[in-house]
């Protein structure tokens, strides 16, 4: 038990009993997925300020990273250094391992808040991504009158190329074990990006993955590029990760997945959609302004604070 200019606190390692009790008031579907892994872990703490449950953060554990999920403290208690202190005890518990956070800016003071703690405590802040958003009206449209005639006059010779050199463009939900597993080790350098795969298979991110939205091509039984989409809410859809063999890199493979993802993606009135690209990918970020231009559209980056041991 520790004294402060705010009184008496303890952090206690907490099961998800403790949070669904003491938060009953404040929980969200986000904080019970992450919570319930969380406190699987051991990685739940509860932040107890003169017997008052205060605030909360939630970790779970990848490959010697520890991913700071959720985090949160009751509003009266706010400014008070709760979010600190539950995040010193994180690190001091977790000395051998990186610790990585994550804010965006929709909520500009929360990333304010986030990125003061994070570097006072000796984070990384790091910029990761760029997004282009579009409602659904906009997007019919768009589909309608841009992007298929966009296939028609250029993107069809992609479609014709790549079926006659016999690639094959099927979902993940129709795709072969084989296929998904070649995929799930390519962080293995075969792709020309470094992004892990891995955390869309075994991690949490696995339950936000649609299947029948995420595409691969194979080629002679080898898979060469991927187009992977997360729903983070109903009928809310986001690309977030796309990638193509080195071998292929500037081909055009990316038109064939693209576009069975927008023709799909037609069928199901999303309420909205969103690419994700890494602030530093100009290629890629060129690309979907192409694409993407004639969208309603907005900006938006999320931030990662990264501290290595």
Known sequence: ????????????????????????????????????????????????????????????????????????TVPERRRRGIFTSLLKHLIKLNKKSAIMVQSSTTDKNHLQTVADVCGRLGFRKQPVCKTFC????????????????????????????????????????????????????????????????????????????????????VKDNEVAAYFLTIAPGKNSFIVDQTAVAKKYLGSGLIFPLLNAFVQKLYARQCKNLAFAVYENNFAAIKFYDKITRQLKTSNRYMYKFLLRK
Request: charged share 25%; with cysteine; glycine share 4%.
């Open 134 to 217: 579009a409602d659904w009206d906009s997007l019919c449209e768009w589909k309608e009158q841009i992007f298929d005639k966009f296939m028609s006059d250029k993107g069809g010779k992609y479609l014709e190329f790549f079926s006659a050199q016999e690639f094959t463009i099927c979902s993940f939900a129709d795709a072969s074990t084989e296929h998904l597993a070649q995929l799930y080790h390519s962080h293995e350098n075969y792709f020309g990006n470094k992004f892990d795969v891995r955390k869309y298979f075994d991690g949490y991110d696995k339950n936000f993955v649609v299947r029948d939205l995420s595409f691969i091509a």
């Open 1 to 72: 038990m520790t004294k402060n200019l705010f009184g008496k606190r303890k952090i206690i390692s907490a099961s998800y009993q403790d949070y669904a009790s003491l938060f009953r008031d404040s929980r969200t579907a986000f904080s019970e997925l992450y919570a319930k892994k969380s406190a699987a872990e051991n990685h739940l703490y509860i932040m107890i300020e003169d017997n008052f449950p205060a605030g909360y953060i939630c970790a779970n554990s990848e490959r010697n990273i520890l991913y700071v999920q959720y985090a949160y």
